[in-house]
């Protein structure tokens, strides 16, 4: 049974950081892609940041340059370090792991409940 539970959102004025976290359970995180989404109020739920089972990572729009998604196998954590927040990046931060690949191709994942994350 795969569980994922972010923690670490919070509220934070523009210019700050935040370092998001996800802790997974019931499985191994090493092997499979893994990801952060969001959400803001009447959006629809958009990708932020993939990595890939063999490491490597991409980030989507205005995510690049200042956020940073990495993972610890040993503790099977997945991290999101957010600096330079803006007020856009207000939503609901949610932690993904995909259901059955490696790379981060496609929309098939299982979601953690995520974390609420206020830039003011």
């Known amino acids: 049974h795969v569980q994922l539970v972010e923690s670490g959102g919070g509220s934070v004025q523009a210019g700050g950081s935040l370092r998001l976290s996800c802790a997974g359970s019931?499985?191994?995180?090493?092997?499979?892609?893994m990801a952060w989404f969001r959400q803001a109020p009447g959006k629809e739920r958009e990708g932020v940041a993939f990595?890939?089972?063999?490491?490597?990572?991409r980030y989507t729009g205005s995510a690049k340059g200042r956020f940073t998604i990495s993972k610890d196998n040993a503790k099977n954590t997945l991290y999101l370090q957010m600096d330079s927040l803006k007020p856009e990046d207000t939503a609901m931060y949610y932690c993904?792991?995909?259901?059955?690949?490696?790379?981060?191709?496609?929309?098939?994942?299982?979601w953690g409940q995520g974390t609420q994350v206020t830039v003011s």
């Open positions: 019931g499985y191994s995180y090493s092997w499979y892609c």
């Open positions: 990595i890939d089972g063999d490491g490597t990572v």
């Open positions: 993904a792991r995909h259901r059955s690949s490696r790379y981060c191709s496609s929309s098939n994942y299982y």
